[in-house]
């Protein structure tokens, strides 16, 4: 993909806040149309969260999957409880933004922060058996 000189402006300055909020976790792959974080929950589980970055970025709202878990993820989709969709390259994808709240101003800092915050839903879900939705609930996570 051929990225305009916007584009790649953009792009730079993604990397660097991304490089200040999660060194030495940040993996930028073919071409830079692709970014995984390592991230570490509070319960010290280790996942790896991928971002797709769309043709139009900053445009768009890019999709965002759990590449990796500790253990494999269920088998959800589209479910607005779960706040998933369907599965891109048979990862589980995740909400964190609707496309119409979606502006070009926000960061790919803030998409793996509301990935975070699923995480933590998420693990929480695990430990108590109650909805993933009940943890997220009016947290936005959409928005």
């Excluded at 269920?74 to 479910?79: A, D, F, L, Q, S």
Aim: hydrophobic share 35%; charged share 25%; proline share 6%.
């Amino acid at each position: 993909m051929a990225w305009s000189p916007a584009q790649r402006q953009r792009i730079l300055v993604e990397r660097d806040i991304l490089s200040v909020y999660f060194p030495d976790r940040v993996t930028w792959l073919h071409g830079q149309t692709k970014v995984e974080i390592r991230m570490t929950t509070n319960n010290d589980n280790e996942y790896c969260l991928r971002v797709y970055l769309p043709e139009d970025f900053p445009n768009s709202v890019p999709d965002m999957v759990v590449k990796q878990s500790p253990q494999p993820m269920p088998n959800w989709e589209n479910n607005g409880q779960t706040h998933t969709l369907t599965r891109r390259d048979g990862f589980l994808r995740i909400c964190h933004y609707r496309a119409s709240r979606w502006s070009s101003d926000n960061t790919l800092y803030q998409v793996f922060m509301k990935g975070r915050l699923w995480l933590e839903a998420y693990e929480a879900h695990l430990r108590t058996s109650q909805p993933l939705d009940d943890f997220l609930g009016d947290m936005q996570i959409n928005q």
